[in-house]
């Protein structure tokens, strides 16, 4: 009968492990879908330090979900085994409710042990965030900030932490060390009475206590189940809201149309087109009417806070009227989706909202084609960096188109970034192009060979700039 404990074992590892595999993997799927549904006002709203835990919080909850809810409900089986066991032994109906009033007991502590370490994570997320936001504007700090303020809401933080920290680590002694060893004390003294009554029998005594050690099992396995799965229940909190994006219907509109290179003459209308923030009352853009044809270029001038980036991102397929109509090649959103839409809208938004990844110099450029990209793909990014004056800097790259930027390309000025975003946005092949406040950081001379090769390369332009 012992032999049978090893491939049992080893069956049970097995299958926890290739669950718990599977399982993750398919949450994975998930969560990136969801992220990538996201709208830019929900990315907005948060900050780098914030989605930073959420993604460390799908780890979380990949680890400790599967594990803990198989020792969960192993622990239950174990426990209703026990109960019977501890009712057919010597001990009888008196042994079973004092084990159900230590499972109520235990269940309590599990309680309390979720609710300090749902502050406990509360107060690290928030820690990852300003940690986040911290190393984000290092520079600003040094420059702007006293040397005596640098470190003083970090402490602040840090002394919070650590007592949060002690009263999880006070409320996990209690469920772990007390609930499992003080079963054992207390029902090995449960039989007790039926030890010095003559009546009770050596068998009945051995079944007692056999099943005083199959509950003592029972609760070892709960307690580190039920500790595995408040980590999860918390964690899921924060990886919730990604895991339900992916439901979100997304419009993928009739594909024949969204892959036909429409031969109508207005590349874009709008027509009584209006949006509103969700935070304010007032709407930003009301009434816009606009008609562009094919081959025309135009210059949007506003002051700042007038709407230009605003109405840019409707035009893109980066935001949804409120209201009116919006039409591309004489195509709806609906008709066209939102796949189908951007494909044909080619946009670079503002500096501060593109980005640079950690990649090659030749992926931040290609990555609005197919991928991988064809040597005639390069060779055109080639083609038009050395357009945009990005030679010299092409150049200066060890590896050329093939050196990697950085994260945030920190390794290119703000100038060449610009440029590198014009490039992208010409690479994409779009009906239209649209250029928000791309050439506010290039000299003029810089300007002039970079505006000769947009207008070079562009069908329809929209270039928004300021006065």
Not at 64 to 80: D, K, R, T, V
Not at 277 to 295: A, F, H, S, T
Not at 424 to 433: F, N, S, Y
Request: net charge neutral; charged share 15%.
């Amino acid at each position: 009968i012992l032999l049978t404990i090893v491939p049992f074992r080893l069956l049970t590892t097995w299958s926890q492990g290739s669950l718990s595999i599977g399982g993750g993997g398919l949450l994975r799927q998930r969560l990136l879908v969801g992220a990538m549904k996201l709208n830019p006002e929900e990315m907005r709203r948060e900050g780098a330090g914030q989605l930073l835990g959420r993604v460390i919080e799908s780890e979380v909850v990949e680890l400790l979900a599967l594990s803990g809810g198989l020792a969960a409900g192993l622990a239950c089986f174990e426990s209703l085994v026990a109960a019977v066991v501890l009712g057919l032994g010597a001990g009888g109906a008196g042994h079973v409710l004092l084990f159900i009033a230590w499972i109520a007991l235990a269940v309590t502590l599990a309680w309390r042990y979720s609710v300090a370490r749902a502050a406990w994570t509360q107060s690290r997320l928030s820690m990852t965030h300003k940690l986040v936001e911290n190393m984000t504007g290092h520079r600003t700090r040094l420059t702007q900030e006293s040397p005596a303020q640098w470190h003083r809401a970090e402490d602040s933080a840090l002394d919070e932490y650590l007592r949060l920290s002690a009263r999880m680590d006070h409320a996990n002694l209690l469920l772990t060390a007390l609930v499992p060893r003080g079963w054992l004390l207390l029902g090995i003294a449960g039989l007790g009475p039926a030890f010095l009554a003559a009546h009770s029998s050596p068998t009945a005594l051995a079944v007692g206590l056999g099943g005083v050690i199959l509950a003592w099992q029972s609760l070892r396995r709960f307690v580190a189940g039920a500790g595995q799965l408040a980590g999860a229940g918390i964690s899921w909190k924060q990886v919730a809201p990604l895991f339900h994006a992916a439901a979100r219907v997304e419009e993928s509109g009739a594909s024949a149309m969204a892959n036909v290179v429409s031969e109508h003459a207005t590349v874009l209308e709008a027509q009584d087109v209006g949006f509103r923030y969700q935070d304010r009352g007032e709407p930003v853009l009301r009434g816009v009417d606009l008609q562009i044809k094919q081959g025309d270029w135009l210059l949007l001038e506003g002051s700042s806070g007038g709407g230009k980036s605003t109405l840019a991102s409707l035009l893109a397929g980066l935001r949804v009227p409120g209201s009116g109509l919006l039409l591309a090649g004489g195509l709806d959103r609906q008709t066209l989706g939102s796949r189908g839409w951007q494909r044909r809208m080619a946009c670079a938004p503002q500096y501060h909202e593109n980005h640079v990844f950690s990649a090659t110099f030749h992926f931040n450029l290609l990555m609005g084609r197919h991928w991988p990209p064809t040597q005639a793909d390069i060779v055109e990014a080639q083609e038009i960096c050395c357009e945009l004056g990005l030679g010299p800097l092409l150049e200066r790259m060890p590896a050329g188109m093939d050196q990697m930027v950085g994260e945030s390309g920190w390794q290119l000025s703000q100038g060449e970034r610009s440029r590198m975003y014009i490039a992208r946005a010409l690479l994409q092949g779009g009906e239209m192009v649209i250029l928000d406040e791309s050439f506010a950081a290039l000299d003029p001379e810089t300007l002039r060979q970079a505006l000769e090769c947009v207008l070079r390369r562009s069908r329809t332009l929209l270039v928004v700039a300021h006065p």
